[in-house]
Every structure is written in C-alpha cells, then in structure tokens.
C-alpha cells in the first residue's frame, strides 16, 4: 500500500515532467503545488488527467465515486489492482477516469521504521483513478503485489507506470487497461532507492525537508 508520499517537484519543472511522459502539452488552470515532504491521505495531491486538454490540477486523496452521499466511511486513497475493475466504489471511475499521480517517493514503514523509496532524481508516476462525487475531484492510487527486490519492506506496492504504458492507462480501451493491473516489472524495481528516514514522518503534521535526511 502507499499512505504518505512527497512531492517535491514543482512549477514548470512539475509540468514539463508531465508533459514529457505524457508526450502531449499540459495545463495546470489551477497552478501547481508548492513542495510537500509528508502527504496522506484526504490531503490535496497533483493528478495529471485526460480532458480537452491534459490538466495537472488538485484532488482529494481518498476517491468519492459519483454516487457517495456523504463523506462518511473511511478515506479510498488506494485501489488493489486485483479487484479495482469490478469493485463497485472504483469499477465506474476505472472506465473511463484512469489519471497519474506524480511522485517524488513514496513512504512505507518495516519494523516500525519509515523507510523513503525513490527513483533517484525522477519522478514516479503512479496510476490513479479520478472522480467527481460530492462536487469535488478526487482520486485514489492503484496498488499490487509487491516484487523482488522491495517486497522485504511490503508485501504491497503502488502501481508505477512505465513510459511505454502509460498511453494505454489513460487513454486505452478497458481491456488494455485491464492488461496493466499487474506489478511493475523486477527491472524497474531494480532502480529504486531505500532508505530508513526521521521518525517524524509518522506525524502528519511534520511536512519539511528534513523529514528525508
């Protein structure tokens, strides 16, 4: 599973990563984020979503489907790519609203220790699902089995999209999207980086730099 993340990338430089993985120009109508060190879940996270014009905009982790009546329940921010297409909270939204969560690197904890897993200098863009129930867009985070070399820190892993995939996850039919409900490769895998950081992450409230060292 994925329950905090960073995102440290921002600006152009956060549409220009965008725009060349999604090999299309990009809009951000409501600006970009500023630097974040310690996301959870319900909090506002970057998706970058087909629309009339690919859109990098703000969205509540934690998926409201477009018949949620009230916010009650606890928060959907991931996804498990084993049922996510037959699901009822996610089946409708894995259709047709398939988006990117951009990432810097990712949080897990082993042994009671949060460890910090990164893609040295890229970015990791995740799939995600997007949707508009309550009158407000949001998203949550498909997850799979863990792999080797990394299923030593947990037996889950977000699902983290190749560039040769990502056409088909947002704008594939169902069936090619369906064929990418599988974990990452080992050999992509093979490049993250892990680290045991600051305990302090374990407090939502701690959002700084420092959280990493």
């Known amino acids: 599973m994925c329950g905090r993340f960073v995102l440290f990338t921002t600006g152009d430089s956060l549409i220009e990563a965008a725009e060349a993985v999604v090999g299309r120009s990009v809009v951000a109508p409501q600006g970009t984020p500023g630097p974040r060190y310690n996301l959870a879940p319900t909090q506002i996270i970057p998706i970058v979503r087909p629309g009339d014009e690919m859109i990098l905009e703000p969205a509540r982790w934690g998926l409201f489907p477009h018949w949620k009546k009230d916010d009650s329940g606890p928060p959907l921010f991931n996804a498990r790519g084993e049922t996510v297409a037959?699901?009822?909270?996610?089946?409708?939204?894995?259709?047709?609203?398939?988006?990117?969560?951009?990432?810097?690197?990712?949080?897990e904890w082993h042994d009671k220790k949060p460890h910090f897993v990164s893609l040295g200098d890229e970015i990791m863009w995740a799939a995600g699902l997007w949707s508009t129930g309550l009158n407000q867009v949001s998203a949550t985070m498909v997850t799979t089995e863990s792999v080797e070399p990394i299923a030593w820190l947990h037996n889950r892993l977000p699902r983290f999209l190749e560039h040769d995939e990502i056409d088909a996850w947002l704008f594939g039919s169902v069936e090619e999207a369906s064929g990418l409900l599988h974990p990452v490769s080992q050999e992509w895998v093979k490049h993250l980086s892990i680290r045991e950081v600051s305990s302090e992450v374990g407090n939502v409230r701690n959002d700084h730099e420092g959280l990493l060292a």
């Open 86 to 107: 037959e699901k009822p909270s996610f089946r409708d939204a894995f259709k047709q609203q398939r988006c990117l969560i951009p990432m810097d690197g990712y949080y």
